[in-house]
């Protein structure tokens, strides 16, 4: 999995926020099992070649997510609550397929509503 997180310098989003979304991305798709130890702070900083404390913020940010935890000195994991965070979204997306499905729209309009969404 950290061989996946990738940082465009080009981007208008912040490094901090390209980790974090690797991460969460990742965990929400079941790319890495709960468990799965993520690097440290410094081992991804310097792969990445970026200050240890955007990674530090990353991590930070998943954590308060609870998509990861830290276990002290024993490093981040992918934490359980991952798998809580899928199902709610699984059943989100079911109910807003419920109201398509009364509304008469296509799956198209849905998908197109949906990426509208998720871009503002």
């Not at 979304?21 to 990445?48: I, N, Q, S």
């Not at 530090?56 to 998509?67: D, I, S």
């Not at 992918?78 to 979204?89: L, M, T």
């Amino acid at each position: 999995m950290p061989e996946s997180i990738r940082i465009d310098p080009a981007s208008k989003v912040p490094p901090y926020e390209q980790i974090r979304a690797a991460v969460a991305g990742a965990a929400a798709k079941g790319e890495v099992p709960v468990g799965y130890k993520l690097p440290t702070v410094r081992a991804l900083a310097e792969r990445l070649s970026v200050a240890v404390n955007t990674v530090a913020r990353a991590y930070r940010e998943l954590e308060q997510a609870g998509v990861v935890e830290t276990r002290g000195r024993s490093g981040t994991f992918i934490a359980a609550g991952g798998d809580d965070q899928r199902a709610e979204a699984v059943n989100a997306a079911r109910a807003y397929a419920d109201v398509i499905s009364r509304l008469g729209l296509d799956s198209s309009e849905a998908l197109d509503i949906v990426a509208a969404a998720l871009r503002r």
